[in-house]
């Protein structure tokens, strides 16, 4: 087996890995199911169709800690409501940046942002209403957009090793 052989079968195991944890991450939980409600009030309940709604909330919690340590009566609520937000939101972004770079990594026609993007973002699309079918999750427009960021950042990466490793040679 020749060097390229090698160095693809790494990256396609790499790859398969990061698809396993990204599915047991997205998809191997608890779910989400509010007791009481049928099937299609839990879906309706698990939707967020405006953008940055969540994030607002998110940002809202961050940047006003002496409102909300007051309205929650604790402050170890607000740090943990912190933590939440920070996670949700850092972890909506760092969670598909890999998959940004793979996408050009993998498949030679992904090469051009134009292209990677899109694909990436009907994937993500495609996440969100499985996780919203199966109550794996919610269907919120804020993790598209952030997801999109991540992608956007691993492309980005990708580009910059691509153009360093051209400039070394």
């Known amino acids: 087996m020749g060097k390229g052989n090698s160095r693809n079968s790494f990256w396609a195991l ?10 047991y991450l997205l998809f191997v939980r608890t779910r989400a199911v509010i007791e009481g409600l049928t099937y ?3 879906i309706e309940k698990n939707c967020n169709f405006i953008p940055w709604r969540t994030v607002g909330n998110y ?22 409501q ?17 998959f940004g770079a793979f996408l050009p990594a993998m498949w030679p026609k ?10 990436g973002l009907l994937s993500i699309v495609l996440v969100e209403i499985c996780q919203l079918l199966t ?7 804020d993790d598209v957009l952030l ?3 991540g992608i956007s950042l691993g492309y980005g990466l990708w580009r910059l090793c691509r153009f360093c490793r051209r400039k070394r040679r």
């Open 14 to 23: 790499l790859f398969l890995g990061y698809c396993a944890l990204m599915l």
């Open 40 to 42: 299609w009030e839990q």
């Open 59 to 80: 940002w809202d919690i961050l940047t006003r800690p002496e409102y909300y340590i007051q309205k929650w009566e604790a402050e170890s609520v607000y740090r943990y």
């Open 82 to 98: 912190v933590c939440i937000a920070l996670i949700n939101i850092l972890g909506n972004i760092a969670m598909f940046v890999p």
């Open 110 to 119: 992904l090469q051009r942002a134009w292209k990677a993007i899109p694909v």
């Open 135 to 141: 109550l794996r999750g919610r269907c919120d427009i």
């Open 147 to 149: 997801n999109v960021i």
